[in-house]
């Protein structure tokens, strides 16, 4: 990662990579996404746009589990992880002992589907995922590679951020969330495919508008995070304490007990309950 990068990634949150992928590699992702292409569930209508103007359409197209592909169609998913471009540039990003956290993932578009409303933003501070720069050194909890398998020009739709609102202190006006009245900070940056574009996910605003070309979005998403911050797990029971722990050892623990057993991460859907101390000190779920 040179200084002109370096400078682009704090300066605004995000950094294009051009021409990454070569035209081999391009055409084996791409015809992986035509292999998979009848799977990908289309979303219901609204859910992404929840109640914008801006943003409605049909609706998203969104597939998870490129890395469980049969042989082989999983391969050039499996190279993106680890790519060289990358490593590179993640061992700056999250520092040297990144991993992945969830993804890879297809986002589809056909002309009309609908965007997703922005999200993410340096306010509240959000530990887990947030941006910090201490001493020449930059640190973000989470970050988004998204691979372009094909061109998005000016206009087209797919990704938009507001470049710099990692470093946000301000809530999100709501027009901003919902880009109905986006206050001219929206960007939708154009990408060819090959590109790699990197967002600092959820300490930026980001999200989506609408696809409005005839030409299919498709951006495969890989989310990365620094070592020590954990957002998501790949299966939902990975959190729960007899697998993270093992059962020997919460085998006859009362309910509070299991509460603070369960493994980390936000996305455990809900599982995971706070605790509380009534006046009696007695500890119980919330
Ligand atoms: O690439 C996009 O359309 C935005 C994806 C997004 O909002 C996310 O990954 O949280």
Partial sequence: MDKHELYLWDLTGYLIVRNVLTAEELAAANAAIDYCQDKIPVGEAGLGSRGSNALKGTGRLEMHGLLELPKPHCEPFRKMIAHPALVTRLNVMCGRYFRLDHGPL????????????????????????????????????????????????????????????????????????????????????????????????????????????????????????????????????????????????????TEAQRAVMYGPGVHHGGVIKPLTVDEDGTVRIE
């Fill in 106 to 253: 297809i986002i589809a578009g056909v002309k009309g589907t609908e965007g997703l409303t922005l999200h993410g933003s340096g306010e509240p501070h959000k530990p887990v995922v947030a941006y910090h720069h201490q001493n020449g050194t930059p640190y973000c909890g989470g970050v988004t590679v998204t691979w372009q398998l094909t061109d998005v020009a000016e206009g087209d739709g797919g990704f938009v951020c507001v470049p710099g609102s990692h470093k946000s202190r301000y809530p999100m006006p709501d027009g901003v969330r919902t880009c109905d009245d986006d206050l001219g900070v929206v960007i939708q940056p154009p990408m060819q495919a090959g590109d790699v574009l990197f967002f600092m996910d959820g300490a930026q605003t980001h999200g989506t508008h609408p696809w409005r070309s005839e030409n299919p979005r498709r951006s495969v998403l890989i989310k990365y995070a620094a070592r020590d911050a954990v957002r998501g797990v790949p299966r939902k029971e990975l959190f729960l304490p007899e697998v993270w722990w093992g059962e020997e050892i919460v085998d006859g623990m």
